[in-house]
């Protein structure tokens, strides 16, 4: 009974991330794409632990903490090379 | 029992839908406010809530009906709740350096008022 709920979740999420897409294509400035890009990660993860439930499986949890992690060290660098125009 | 079980996955399941619906707000607001700085709020905010209430209903799916504690999904949910705002600062930041304007409506700027007066006092050291 709870698939048609996570169905539905997941259709919302892909339209969210169809939205940042369009911020991050059209964007003005960088700090604009690098935030919409950050955004798609984030919503990425909710989606794919959403996929978990559906497939009443914990195999792809470990998705979730890389994609995580992933996302906060590649904003953390897009956001110190346009600073200071280095990475490190 | 039976029709415990059924409420017990309506109700997370209306949970994670609340999670999706408020990513979904989220993204309108990054899509139509009018400024970098208005729209970080809308994509660090409301965007963590969404996936945290996301991601606390399916441990709870985890631990009800799968009798399983999942130890890494509480760690994404700590390391999230920690790591987005800190890249939303961190990006706010680097805009305002690199001199992105703010939206014609706003009445105050008060990181470049700081950032003035630290040059000032500089200045005067030097």
Same mark, same amino acid.
């Given at each position: 009974m709870i698939d048609a709920w996570l169905i539905v979740s997941l259709a919302i999420l892909s339209l969210a991330i169809l939205g940042c897409m369009y911020r991050l294509l059209k964007g003005p400035s960088m700090p604009d794409r690098i935030a919409a890009l950050d955004t798609i990660g984030i919503v990425l993860l909710a989606m794919i632990t959403i996929v978990c439930v559906w497939l009443r499986t914990t195999a792809y949890i470990d998705i979730v903490l890389l994609i995580g992690i992933l996302t906060f060290i590649g904003t953390t660098a897009f956001a110190r090379y346009l600073e200071r125009g280095e990475v490190i | 029992m039976e029709i415990l079980r059924t409420v017990g996955e309506n109700v997370l399941g209306l949970f994670i839908l609340a999670g999706a619906v408020i990513c979904a707000v989220s993204t309108f607001g990054i899509i139509r406010l009018p400024d970098v700085y208005l729209r970080?709020?809308?994509?660090?905010?409301?965007?963590? &809530?969404?996936? &945290? !209430? !996301?991601?606390?209903?399916?441990?709870?799916y985890f631990m009800i009906y799968m009798d399983h504690i999942s130890a890494k999904l509480l760690l994404g949910i700590v390391f999230v709740f920690l790591t987005s705002p800190v890249a939303g600062h961190l990006n706010g930041r680097a805009a305002h350096r690199l001199g992105v304007p703010l939206w014609k409506g706003s009445i105050q700027d008060e990181l470049q008022h700081a950032r003035s007066k630290r040059e000032h006092v500089r200045g005067e050291k030097a």
């Open positions: - | 970080s709020h809308a994509a660090t905010k409301s965007a963590t &809530l969404g996936v &945290l !209430i !996301i991601l606390n209903g399916a441990f709870l």
